[in-house]
Nanobody, 120 residues
């Protein structure tokens, strides 16, 4: 019943900026973590940035200083502000929530992804 939908992807020139949004519908009993992943063609899906409900953040080394992850107070929307974009940032970006459907079981929830293409 939980659904995640990403938006904000598109084509941008190198050095440009883009803001991705992830909207969650449906409830999660307890959220463990929220994150953005990306996957380029022929590459493994990798963690880009994550944020806890206490606003503790982590970033992949490749995006530190350029990307910022944030969430609204309801934890129903997660954002990824991407600045100084590079061609190597080109990928499908996926929103991810980790949480508990009950006190014992943690599960992953994924959006369908949004394409980000950075031209040189």
């Amino acid at each position: 019943q939980v659904q995640l939908v990403e938006s904000g992807g598109g084509l941008v020139r190198s050095g440009g900026s883009l803001r991705l949004s992830c909207a969650r519908s449906g409830s999660i009993f307890r959220i463990s973590n929220m994150a953005w992943y990306r996957q380029a063609p022929g590459r493994q899906r990798q963690l880009v940035a994550s944020i806890t409900t206490r606003d503790s953040t982590d970033y992949a080394d490749s995006v530190k200083g350029r990307f910022t992850i944030s969430t609204d107070t309801t934890k129903k929307t997660v954002y990824l502000q991407m600045n100084s974009l590079k061609p190597e940032d080109t990928a499908v970006y996926y929103c991810n929530f980790k949480g508990y459907s009950d006190p014992w079981t943690e599960a992953d929830y994924w959006g369908p992804g949004t394409q980000v293409t950075v031209s040189s």
